[in-house]
């Protein structure tokens, strides 16, 4: 098959990989319909974030084509979500509702696990982690946003929830990348009444502002402080939403936090430095972390395919398989908020 291989810091090649085959009685074989760019891709892609050589890419949906003798829920021909990593479902990690950090588990696209860049991936445990979709038929608009449930929209969502997003809240996302700007759906769809969003490019501007946002603000570090502050009377914001996962980021979002509130970080983390003072003295606390997407997908897919929520505009940038590096420049380059990778029709 063909599929997308990480040979070091920006040498990332599509080249053949052999297909996968079911090894585990539990596994499953996807045939891939879109795969997409995260963020954290780019991390390994500039050479900031260590990744084994070899497949890469971990958000994508497909199509079902081969099932082994143990799998009981999941079939050929079912068109299915694949979170970011699968778990096996019944560790105490994945019983306690943390399936991403499942103790058996692992993230698809490294250390030799089929990646979704690729036409195929080869899924362990396929009952546990692979989401069936309902229905058929569906849009190309909401395919691509069932796409974003592999990651980033399961990524926002965990940002507003670690920081105990209420109806009526003060929310201040941090980031106008895919995640954060799905962080403002997410605030939106848990009742923010107030979602100010920070951002200094126009075109997430506006996108921000179509998913609910209620105010921008354009600066950076301590103006950024200034600005909210100001909007908020002194106080802050009732919830933080860290979507960046750099030392400016989480700064600024402590900064920001009112007294008593919760910073949800979500960014991967380069060079941050929680700051101790403020979560002692100022009672802010810090939850968030890596996101159980297996968790939430069952809970966002009815708004998804009932149109409630459209997580797919975040990718303005779309390509093929054999033309990957192109999205991947796009985003490095940030002339896009996320890429597309359109791999096979249904």
């Known amino acids: 098959m063909r599929a997308a291989i990480y040979n070091g810091p920006r040498q990332i090649e599509v080249g ?70 699968f778990c096996d479902g019944t560790c105490a990690n994945c019983r306690g509702g943390w399936p991403s950090n499942c103790m058996n588990g ?48 399961c990524t926002g969502h965990h940002a507003a929830v670690s920081a105990s997003v209420q109806r009526g809240d003060i929310v201040a996302v941090v980031g106008d990348g895919a995640v954060g700007l799905c962080a403002v759906i997410a605030a939106t769809r848990l009742g923010a009444e107030r979602i100010i969003a920070l951002s200094r490019n126009r075109a997430r501007q506006a996108l921000a502002r179509e998913f609910g946002a209620t105010d921008i603000v354009p600066e950076r570090g301590d103006g950024a402080t200034h600005a909210v502050l100001a909007m908020t009377g002194g106080v802050g914001v009732d919830a933080a939403l860290e979507c960046v996962g750099t030392g400016e980021s989480m700064k600024t979002a402590f900064s920001i936090a009112r007294v008593g509130s919760i910073v949800g970080a979500v960014g ?55 033309h990957l590096l192109e999205g991947y420049v796009a985003m490095d380059e940030r002339r896009a908020v996320k890429s597309l990778v359109r791999v096979a029709s249904l």
């Open 16 to 85: 053949d990989r052999p297909d996968p085959v079911i090894v585990e009685p539990t596994d499953a074989i996807v045939r891939v319909v879109f795969g997409s760019v995260c963020g954290s891709d780019l991390w390994y892609y500039r050479g900031l974030s260590p990744h084994a050589l070899g497949p890469i890419g971990h958000e994508f949906i497909g199509i079902v084509e081969e099932v082994g003798p143990e799998v009981r829920t999941i079939a050929r021909g079912d068109l299915v979500v694949a979170p970011f990593t």
């Open 106 to 153: 692992g993230s698809f696209g490294n250390h030799g696990i089929d990646g979704g860049q690729s036409e195929r991936v080869r899924s362990p445990f396929a009952d546990a982690t692979l989401v069936k979709v309902p229905g058929a038929g569906h849009t190309e608009e909401t395919l691509r946003s069932l796409v974003t449930l592999s990651d980033v929209m």
């Open 268 to 322: 991967a983390p380069h060079d941050v430095e929680v700051p101790i003072d403020v979560v002692i003295f100022r009672n802010v606390g810090l939850r968030g972390g890596v996101s159980p997407a297996r968790r939430y997908i069952p809970e966002l897919l009815p708004d998804v395919l009932e149109g409630r929520i459209n997580p797919g505009r975040v990718f303005d940038f779309e390509t093929d398989l054999e």
